[in-house]
């Protein structure tokens, strides 16, 4: 496990060069930062159209300081599958990883991943989701929280958010799980055990965006820890054959142990026009996603 010594350690190496073009509080820049202390900086990076291709600066200058491949929308999966091949031919074993939004995951390059996983290819995907089409103007993606407003949901989404991990994990890949941006240890040690494992891994990074939340520029780390709090968020880890609940989560197995959900929804201008009754529901959904992943849990 990951200690805070060893954070801070990592912490003194800039694999993001100061300057950027991300927003103030991005989380993208913050997971990012995260992954490359798992890896000690030793990566190849494929990154779809996204927030994470603007983050970077206009070539042919880059704040990254690890190889990335800025790829179209749709096809990180099937880019990463012919490098790690390249990689491999080379005699050269440094992972590969994919960086993607949840629009270039969820949505429009969801055929790329799912035949990527089928194929068992060895890449580590990151899907750092903010839950909307950030870059574009904030459009809804299949991952958008229920009732959510975006600018094409301007009365709050109507769809439930697409479970991509859980629909990863029926992929019958060796490793799957959960993260989020403010629990780097975690992220961190899931990310070293992912790649000890040949074939495909994946993993689900929360990540809170300011902007298109409409919050605070500040609140990133604080949502993205209330998320997990009040059980919104459920942290969790299948690893060849076993499914865990991960330890930030495990006292939120007892729902009396859990925030309330508003003290998550209130700092997120998104969800402004919900109504009791709407809150009541969210909570309704967040209880039944927890006994599916506790019932999981038991299963495998």
Wanted: aromatic share 8%.
């Amino acid at each position: 496990m990951v200690t805070i010594t060893e954070l801070h350690k990592y912490g003194k190496t800039k694999f993001i060069m100061p300057g950027t073009a991300a927003c103030p509080g991005c989380p993208l820049q913050v997971g990012m930062r995260q992954l490359a202390m798992a890896l000690d900086g030793k990566f190849a990076m494929v990154i779809p159209a996204g927030c994470s291709s603007v983050i970077p600066g206009v070539a042919p200058y880059t704040a990254y300081t690890v190889p990335v491949l800025h790829v179209p929308f749709a096809s990180s999966p099937a880019v990463a599958s012919g490098l790690v091949r390249a990689v491999k031919q080379r005699g050269v074993n440094g992972p590969v990883v994919v960086w993607a939004g949840d629009g270039a995951t969820a949505d429009i390059g969801f055929a790329a991943l799912s035949g990527a996983a089928y194929r068992d290819e060895d890449i580590l995907y990151v899907m750092a989701d903010n839950e909307a089409y950030m870059n574009t103007g904030i459009q809804a993606s299949g991952t958008t929280s229920w009732m959510a407003w975006t600018t094409t949901s301007p009365r709050g989404k109507t769809e439930d958010k697409k479970d991509v991990a859980l629909i990863m994990l029926m992929h019958k890949v060796p490793y799957v799980a959960t993260a989020s941006i403010a629990y780097p240890m975690d992220f961190i040690d899931k990310v070293r055990r992912a790649m000890q494992i040949k074939g495909f891994k994946f993993i689900h990074l929360h990540a809170p965006c300011p902007p298109g939340w409409k919050m605070d520029d500040s609140y990133t780390v604080r949502a993205a820890r209330l998320a997990v709090e009040t059980g919104a968020w459920i942290l969790w880890e299948y690893n060849q054959g076993k499914l865990i609940i991960s330890p930030p989560s495990i006292p939120y197995r007892d729902k009396s142990r859990r925030k309330p959900l508003e003290d998550y929804i209130k700092i997120q201008g998104r969800f402004a026009h919900l109504k009791p009754e709407d809150i009541k529901v969210m909570e309704e959904k967040i209880d039944r996603q927890w006994d599916l992943i506790l019932k999981l849990a038991e299963i495998i």
